[in-house]
């Protein structure tokens, strides 16, 4: 019996490895769009000055949001339907061609107005793979975890999509540091991340090819109805569906806040240089990374609620002060004590979201309910934070993102005082 035991929790772990694995591949192509803006914008936009080439690529960048609630619903829907593995497996293959077609577009000088297209057209394929990759990946890692251990191993979900921003930055340093000068990535160094990516994603599909089913899936597959991964049967669940979205909304604007938009934020306004703006994000990921599944077994022992909440006091009443302290700054050690309160106070939603999701939804829908709304989501406020932020700091009005980003987190903690601690209110505990 031990020895069925210990073989069962080995393929769990490998189960849990395997998918956290490929969601950092997928993450990473996603990422190094962002991490490698800085170079190749004036390739596709060469008009203007830095701040209006930044927010025209971050405006493609927005647009890929776009499609991840399009993404959220085709591949929930096959992960509800067919398995949570073959939804995964797809969305890679689908994020590897985006990256390649990025790695590949020619600059504006010789295909002109083609150029952006092109790029354009690359960000919409792979905001389509994110879009599902975020809520079936959830709901994997979530059925595949121990009942007393949900939160901690589904945090893994957010330490790869932390990592794979790691490894975008990473190589940044690499190429900065050890490979190519400044007019080298500017001009064709920016490439190697993406054609990199692409490779990744092709081991990530090998790695995918070869995972467990989740047990909830096994058991409810047999059914032979068309109601799995429909939005008529999402749509019984009102108040979780409207719960996603309450609590995605505040903290997935904290997160791409100190994510995705600090290192141009560090350049643009705190007047770092690209070598140090590269340095300060993956110090601070870093650290932010390994907090994740801390965090997350704290939830295991004390709740999900009150992590959440505490998220939403402290973002409500810090983000203002840290950020317009952070935008004075002349100090680099002041900088990073500044954004480790920042992403300290935000693990409260990072660590624990997945598993909040999906605990809220019964097997035959769960991918689609974590996936479509929180897509919809972060494609309206996630995907549009940098370009509002660049935007109004154009305007010269750069404190309003600030209270902006308040605003929001303070709709989030409404939702967190009202809702039910879902570790004891689990849907999950329904699937055996």
């Known amino acids: 019996m031990v020895k069925n035991d210990d073989k069962i929790s080995a393929r769990r772990l490998k189960a849990i490895f395997g998918g956290s694995i490929g969601n950092l591949v997928e993450w990473y192509d996603w990422y190094a769009y962002s991490a490698f803006a800085i170079y190749f914008s004036a390739s596709f936009f060469p008009q203007g000055n830095p701040t209006v080439q930044l927010i025209n690529t971050a405006g493609i960048f927005a647009l890929g949001f776009l499609m991840r609630p399009l993404g959220g619903y085709i591949f929930g829907r096959i992960a509800d339907r067919i398995g949570r593995k073959q939804s995964m497996t797809l969305s890679v293959l689908l994020m590897s061609l985006g990256s390649f077609l990025i790695a590949l577009t020619p600059t504006y000088k010789t295909i002109g107005i083609m150029a952006p297209i092109v790029l354009l057209t690359a960000r919409l394929l792979q905001g389509l793979s994110v879009g599902g990759e975020y809520g079936v990946s959830a709901t994997y890692l979530s059925e595949m975890a121990t009942k007393n251990r949900r939160g901690f191993y589904s945090s893994f979900q957010y330490v790869t999509l932390i990592g794979g921003q790691l490894l975008a930055l990473a190589i940044q340093l690499i190429l900065q540091r050890l490979l190519l000068s400044e007019d080298q990535l500017q001009e064709w160094g920016w490439r190697i991340p993406f054609i990199f990516g692409a490779i990744l994603s092709i081991v990530a599909l090998y790695l995918r090819k070869n995972l467990d089913e989740t047990r909830a899936f096994e058991n409810q597959k047999q059914r032979k109805d068309d109601k799995k991964g429909t939005i008529k049967e999402l749509l019984k669940h009102p108040k979780a569906v409207i719960t996603v979205i309450g ?120 991918a689609l309910g974590v996936g479509l709304p929180y897509a919809l989501t972060v494609a309206i406020f996630g995907g549009s934070a940098e370009y509002i932020a660049l935007q109004l700091k154009n305007w010269h009005h750069e404190e309003y993102y600030y209270w902006y980003i308040t605003i929001c987190i303070f709709i989030s903690l409404v939702v967190y005082i009202f809702m039910k601690d879902t570790k004891h209110t689990s849907k999950l505990n329904q699937d055996n």
């Open 247 to 366: 609590l995605t909304l505040g903290g997935t604007l904290a997160f791409y806040t100190y994510t995705t938009y600090m290192q141009k934020f560090l350049v643009n306004t705190v007047h770092m240089t690209k070598e140090q703006s590269t340095l300060m994000s993956f110090l601070t990921l870093f650290i932010f990374a390994c907090l994740q599944p801390v965090f997350g077994a704290l939830s295991d022992k004390i709740g999900r609620r009150p992590l959440l909440i505490a998220f939403g006091v402290s973002g409500t009443v810090c983000t203002v002060p840290l950020l317009t302290a952070l935008s004075h700054t002349t100090s680099q050690w002041q900088a990073f004590f500044l954004l480790m309160i920042a992403l300290i106070i935000v693990s409260g939603y990072t660590s624990i979201n997945a598993v909040v999701k999906a605990e809220l939804f019964p097997a035959e829908v769960r």
